[in-house]
C-alpha cells in the first residue's frame, strides 16, 4: 500500500481545528476575566483567614476547615466551565463560537444577518406568491413566465418552472429564447413577447 501525504501538521483539517479551539481558549469573555480577580482575590482571603484561624484556635483542621468553605473553586471553575459548555453545546447543534467574549456578547444582540446562502438557508428558492397585475390570472402569469423559464438553468428560474409544476401547468412550447446576462430572460410565444428579469431588463 502507497500513501502519499497532501498535507501535514497544521495544514491539515485537524490541524485547523486545534488551531481554532486554541484562538477560542485565548479569548475570553470579559465575565471570564472579571471571575478570574475575584479567585485570586478569595484565595488570598482564605489564606489568610485559615491561618487567622490556626493562630486563634492552634488547631490545624480550623485552618483547613476555612480554605474549604472559603475556597473559590466555585468562582474559578464555574465560569469557565459554563462558558466551554456552553460552546460545546452550540458545537452540537452545528453552531462554532470562536471564543467566550462572543457568547457574552450575545445578550446585546438584537438582529442577526446572514451573510451566504447556506449558513441558514438551503440555497434552493421557491416562490411563495405570485403578484398579478390589470386583473390576469395567477396560473396565467406563473405559466407565461414558466414557459420563458424552462431552459434556464438559474436557481429562481428552475423555482418559477417548480412552482407551475405543483400547480400542474403544462409548459408550452416557444418559438425563441434568449438569456440577458445579469437582467433575466426574453422569449417569444404566440406572437407575444415574454421577458422575466429585473427592471434594467424592463426599461432596456
Known amino acids: 500500500m502507497e500513501i502519499r501525504t497532501e498535507k501535514v501538521g497544521t495544514e491539515t483539517v485537524f490541524g485547523k481545528i486545534i488551531k481554532l479551539v486554541e484562538e477560542a481558549e485565548q479569548k475570553k469573555a ?5 471571575s478570574d480577580k475575584l479567585a485570586t482575590r478569595l484565595v488570598e482571603f482564605a489564606i489568610g483567614f485559615a491561618f487567622l484561624a490556626f493562630l486563634v484556635t ?4 480550623s485552618g483547613i476547615s476555612v480554605v474549604v468553605v472559603a475556597g473559590s473553586c466555585g468562582v474559578a471553575a464555574g465560569t469557565p466551565l459554563a462558558i466551554v459548555a456552553i460552546m460545546g453545546k452550540a458545537a452540537k447543534k ?9 457568547i457574552e ?5 438584537d438582529t442577526v444577518v446572514i451573510d451566504k446562502t447556506g ?5 434552493k428558492p421557491e416562490v411563495i406568491k405570485v403578484q398579478t397585475l390589470d386583473g390576469h390570472v395567477e396560473g396565467h402569469v406563473l405559466a407565461l413566465a414558466a414557459v420563458a423559464e424552462k431552459h434556464s438553468n438559474h436557481p429562481i428560474a428552475q423555482a418559477i418552472v417548480r412552482r407551475a ?5 403544462a409548459l408550452i412550447a416557444h418559438s425563441t429564447f434568449k438569456v440577458v446576462a445579469g437582467m433575466g430572460v426574453i422569449s ?9 428579469g429585473n ?5 432596456d
Open 119 to 123: 449558513t441558514l438557508t438551503l440555497g
Open 165 to 169: 409544476g405543483d400547480m400542474q401547468i
Open 188 to 196: 417569444d410565444h404566440d406572437g407575444q413577447r415574454i421577458l422575466v
Open 105 to 109: 456578547e450575545l445578550t446585546r444582540i
Open 94 to 102: 452545528g453552531v462554532i463560537v470562536k471564543g467566550g467574549s462572543y
Open 58 to 61: 492552634q488547631n490545624p483542621v
Open 199 to 203: 427592471p434594467r431588463l424592463m426599461k
Open 30 to 34: 470579559p465575565i471570564q476575566k472579571i
